[in-house]
């Protein structure tokens, strides 16, 4: 049995079917040669893009040569509204200014720092998930929850039960339904000044999400300027100064960059927590194996050297980033015309690096559609986790939180996993579609029982 994998698209198609089909679907808009091509090239009459799984490829792209490959400017038409000028949208200096004063906050002693809050919130989701033994649920939202949860407790030391967090996440989840994955400006070269049409319902909740998180974030500067603010993520880095310039994020910058961390925090949390409970639903003696080292190395109080005696939890999280990456392409732009694979690529080129389509590679992977956590203990898995194995992108714009998800996806895994079972549901399997993240189709149903004692 193998998890479930969309049907690529068959055949060509015009681009006013392919727009339609990728605003519905991400995944299932390709055709199925992209999992075995090297490279693959797509013309518009407006842009050209270049879809790369050839590991020298995204090595050169995302390591070798960044600063050649900025992110492309398409990305941030539809998050605009939300993420302003993050660092998940910027480019060059001040995308580099933000990143020195945000990763000392992600450090390595900063994650154990954090790690009680973590636990935290691991304990209220096994408490929330104890309300619903004995019945089948969309584990997509409990998850979503976690997440959020999660996000809130090691930013700024408040549950989601807090009012303006709990504000912020029904916000959020409105947002993603008023917000389409296709915005006019990704696909047409439109002038900075021509308006991009953002829908109304779009533009109220992304306005409504960063009050809320202003309001946060100046409670939180008033409370480190009286000396009483906790020693949370939120003020490691409102307090960072940059080693070159010297300066701090003001209040706006902070707004920006907190918005992209729950954005990128939460929702990709929650799709790969939700991935991996469906796919141990899905194989079972693995579920047993989670739970088994759960229970044998999980006590009462949270100890941060419990993650690295989580082996199995870790490898069987992995996998499922590796099955269902939660940001399923990246889009990088040649800022000088290249040569790739005795093709010419001009200057302005969209350079399309797709986890989802190099993680299953057919000329990568051994069984690349197969769910095996163990494939990572082999030559080929050790030697394609070094080379095409990129969940967190690569490179020097690698996921600043990447260290704090490896923590946090095993961490709340076994939490739960030691109490309760988790059993697929006849008549509802999942199906992956992608927008912002990689979702379930119609949702991920599960039941949920207590495992016994």
């Given at each position: 049995?193998q998890?479930?994998?969309?049907?690529?698209?068959?055949?060509?198609?015009?681009?006013?079917?392919?727009?339609?089909?990728?605003r519905?679907?991400i995944?299932?808009?390709?055709?199925?040669?992209?999992y075995?091509?090297w490279?693959?090239?797509?013309?518009?009459?407006?842009?050209?893009?270049?879809l790369?799984?050839?590991?020298?490829?995204?090595k050169?792209?995302?390591?070798?040569?960044?600063?050649?490959?900025p992110?492309?400017?398409?990305?941030?038409?539809?998050?605009a509204?939300?993420?302003?000028?993050?660092?998940?949208?910027?480019?060059?200096?001040?995308?580099k200014?933000?990143?020195?004063?945000?990763?000392?906050?992600?450090e390595g002693?900063?994650?154990?720092?954090?790690?009680?809050?973590?636990?935290?919130?691991?304990?209220?989701?096994?408490?929330?998930?104890?309300?619903?033994?004995?019945?089948?649920?969309?584990?997509e939202?409990?998850?979503?929850?976690?997440?959020?949860?999660?996000?809130?407790?090691?930013?700024?030391?408040?549950?989601?039960?807090?009012?303006?967090?709990?504000?912020v996440?029904?916000?959020?989840?409105?947002?993603?339904?008023?917000?389409?994955?296709?915005?006019?400006?990704?696909?047409?070269?439109l002038p900075k000044?021509?308006?991009?049409?953002?829908?109304?319902?779009?533009?109220?909740?992304?306005?409504?999400?960063?009050?809320?998180?202003?309001?946060?974030?100046?409670?939180?500067?008033?409370?480190?300027?009286?000396?009483?603010a906790?020693?949370?993520?939120?003020?490691?880095?409102?307090?960072?100064?940059?080693p070159?310039?010297?300066?701090?994020?003001?209040?706006?910058?902070?707004?920006d960059?907190v918005a992209?961390?729950?954005?990128?925090?939460?929702?990709?949390?929650?799709?790969?927590?939700?991935?991996?409970?469906?796919?141990?639903?899905?194989?079972?003696?693995?579920?047993?194996?989670?739970?088994?080292?759960?229970?044998?190395?999980?006590?009462?109080?949270?100890?941060?050297?419990?993650?690295?005696r989580?082996?199995?939890?870790?490898?069987?999280?992995?996998?499922?980033?590796?099955?269902?990456?939660?940001?399923?392409?990246?889009?990088?732009?040649?800022?000088?015309?290249?040569?790739?694979r005795?093709?010419?690529?001009p200057?302005?080129?969209?350079?399309?690096l797709?986890?989802?389509?190099?993680h299953?590679?057919?000329?990568?992977?051994?069984?690349?559609?197969d769910?095996?956590?163990?494939?990572?203990?082999?030559?080929?898995?050790?030697?394609?986790?070094?080379?095409?194995?990129?969940p967190?992108?690569?490179?020097?714009?690698?996921c600043?939180?990447?260290?704090?998800?490896?923590?946090?996806?095993?961490?709340?895994?076994?939490?739960?996993?030691?109490?309760?079972?988790?059993?697929?549901?006849?008549?509802?399997?999942?199906?992956?579609?992608?927008?912002l993240?990689?979702?379930g189709?119609?949702?991920?149903?599960?039941?949920?029982?207590?495992?016994?004692p």
């Amino acid at each position: 049995m193998q998890p479930p994998k969309p049907a690529p698209r068959p055949g060509r198609v015009s681009l006013r079917r392919y727009a339609r089909l990728f605003r519905e679907d991400i995944l299932s808009a390709q055709p199925g040669h992209l999992y075995r091509a090297w490279m693959a090239e797509f013309r518009t009459p407006f842009f050209r893009s270049y879809l790369c799984n050839d590991p020298a490829l995204t090595k050169m792209v995302l390591k070798d040569r960044p600063d050649d490959f900025p992110k492309s400017d398409r990305i941030r038409e539809g998050l605009a509204p939300l993420l302003g000028n993050s660092v998940f949208v910027t480019n060059g200096e001040t995308w580099k200014r933000q990143r020195r004063i945000i990763d000392p906050a992600f450090e390595g002693g900063r994650l154990r720092d954090t790690f009680p809050a973590m636990w935290a919130a691991g304990q209220a989701a096994e408490a929330r998930m104890e309300t619903l033994v004995g019945q089948t649920v969309d584990i997509e939202p409990e998850t979503s929850h976690a997440a959020a949860d999660v996000i809130f407790r090691t930013l700024f030391s408040v549950p989601i039960e807090d009012r303006t967090a709990s504000r912020v996440f029904e916000k959020f989840r409105e947002h993603q339904r008023a917000q389409p994955v296709l915005n006019l400006g990704a696909v047409l070269p439109l002038p900075k000044w021509f308006p991009r049409f953002h829908s109304r319902a779009t533009k109220r909740t992304a306005a409504e999400i960063r009050a809320l998180i202003t309001q946060m974030t100046a409670d939180r500067m008033a409370a480190i300027e009286a000396g009483t603010a906790p020693d949370d993520l939120a003020t490691k880095i409102m307090t960072t100064r940059d080693p070159v310039t010297h300066e701090t994020f003001d209040t706006a910058e902070m707004v920006d960059q907190v918005a992209i961390f729950f954005l990128a925090g939460h929702e990709t949390s929650a799709s790969a927590l939700a991935w991996t409970l469906y796919l141990l639903a899905l194989f079972p003696e693995w579920q047993d194996r989670v739970a088994e080292e759960a229970r044998a190395h999980l006590g009462d109080t949270p100890e941060f050297g419990t993650v690295s005696r989580l082996r199995v939890a870790r490898d069987v999280f992995r996998e499922a980033l590796r099955l269902y990456p939660p940001v399923p392409m990246m889009v990088r732009e040649a800022a000088c015309p290249e040569h790739f694979r005795d093709r010419d690529v001009p200057k302005g080129a969209q350079i399309v690096l797709s986890p989802w389509h190099q993680h299953r590679h057919e000329r990568l992977w051994e069984r690349p559609d197969d769910f095996d956590p163990g494939r990572f203990a082999t030559e080929n898995g050790k030697t394609c986790l070094r080379e095409a194995y990129m969940p967190f992108s690569a490179g020097q714009r690698v996921c600043t939180g990447a260290g704090f998800a490896m923590v946090e996806g095993p961490l709340l895994l076994a939490m739960l996993l030691r109490r309760f079972r988790f059993e697929t549901v006849a008549g509802r399997p999942a199906m992956p579609v992608a927008h912002l993240t990689v979702r379930g189709k119609d949702g991920i149903w599960l039941r949920i029982e207590r495992r016994s004692p």
